[in-house]
């Protein structure tokens, strides 16, 4: 039997989100399951400090390549501590970065999927974290290669489930799926989680970590009505393309619309600080004003950078603290992220056309 420390290491994450399911270290968990079938003994850290007891082995997780450093401060202080104990770090830095991550003092560096066809089938540990739903992949990789993104390098190999109805054990089913409706099976697994029941009879409901596929919603919009049913929560689309893509992204509003979606349940992801301008930008947050459906900002960085310094109430930084894109400015940066807010809180508040106000939310949002 060997001990095994399972290492999260201290990512920037605010302490009451750490168990947000955007941020669960799903793949630690199910390394856990993985050791336990084998008789190891699993201790989990969130944090770096002591283990109970010296570990034979360290597996520390990774997440964007910009938070290196919480990974190489992981691996610094266990080494120091267990310098004869043998480690590895693996997830997503470690993947898209090997040899930056093996500089960092580890034994080793895994990319890809951890024993893939192995621990990627054991069901979590949920028991090392205090969580009221569940998270299911359907599929891994995805078919599409956007240039911004390294899931189709983490994980080329694109599979499918064709179902998923032995895996529910909670009544929220969060898919970690990257391109969740991109699965020829979806409607069959969509079908599953909504006549799925408990025996208190009580009923599942289902969510996506990434966004939803708008073409493909597009080329079938009944995958709109099977999400419907299955009572799935706040679809996400992309909206990665130029302004010009309004009437196809407005199409794909519509789908979710017409199966029952409301537009203050709709998101829609747009990426800024890259190729598009800030100019550009303004023009399709006011689509989304107009459609009354809020936006996800989600601020660009490159693949390989490994730090971002980027502080959201500071006054102004330069290039040297965090990635500005050619083309756009601290400036409008900091302009695009405020207007997204002040949009999205027009829009919750329903004020006329979803413009804001300025101070309105203290009138109306506690603080
Ligand atoms: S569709 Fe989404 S998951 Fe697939 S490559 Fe593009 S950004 Fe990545």
């Known amino acids: ?37 084998l008789g190891d003994s699993v201790e989990l850290h969130r944090g770096n400090f002591q283990a109970n007891k010296r570990p034979d082995e360290i597996k520390v997780t990774s997440l964007f390549t910009y938070w290196s450093k919480q990974v190489w401060e992981s691996v610094q202080y266990y080494k120091e501590l267990y310098p004869s104990t043998r480690m590895e770090v693996g997830g997503i830095y470690a993947s898209l970065m090997p040899e930056h991550a093996k500089a960092s003092g580890s034994d080793d560096v895994k990319t890809g999927l951890y024993k893939k066809g192995i621990a990627e089938d054991f069901e979590p540990a949920y028991d090392l974290v205090d969580v009221d739903y569940q998270i299911v992949h359907g599929s891994r990789g995805c078919f599409r290669k956007c240039n911004f993104c390294g899931t189709w390098k983490i994980e080329p190999d694109v599979t499918y489930k064709k179902s998923i109805k032995d895996e529910i054990r909670k009544r929220k089913v969060v898919f970690y799926d990257n391109n969740l409706i991109a699965n020829p099976h979806i409607k069959d697994i969509l079908s599953e989680l909504a006549e799925y029941k408990f025996p208190d009879q009580s009923r599942v409901y289902c969510e996506s970590q990434s966004g939803l596929d708008g073409r493909v919603l597009i080329k079938d919009p009944g995958i709109a009505i099977c999400l419907k049913k299955a009572r799935f929560q706040h679809p996400r689309i992309a909206w990665d393309g130029p302004y010009a893509h309004w009437p196809k992204i407005k199409a794909q509003i519509q789908v979710l619309r017409d199966a029952g979606f409301r537009a203050d349940d709709i998101f829609i992801f747009m990426l800024f600080n890259h190729e598009l301008s800030y100019e550009e930008m303004r023009a399709k947050l006011d689509a989304c004003r107009r459609w009354k459906v809020r936006v996800i900002d989600c601020r660009f960085r490159p693949l390989n950078s490994t730090a971002d310094n980027y502080k959201p109430n500071a006054k102004s930084q330069d290039e040297e603290e965090y990635y500005i894109h050619k083309g756009w400015t601290d400036r409008q940066v900091r302009a695009f992220r405020r207007a997204v807010r002040r949009q999205n809180i027009a829009l919750i508040l329903d004020l006329p056309n979803g413009r804001y106000i300025k101070g309105v939310e203290r009138r109306y949002i506690p603080t």
Do not use: D, Q, T, W
């Not at 290491?9 to 399951?33: D, E, Q, R, V």
């Open 1 to 37: 039997m060997k001990r095994i420390l399972l290492v999260e290491p201290n990512f920037p994450i605010p302490a009451k989100s750490k168990n947000h399911c955007n941020f669960l270290p799903i793949g630690l968990l199910k390394i856990a399951a993985y050791h336990r079938s």
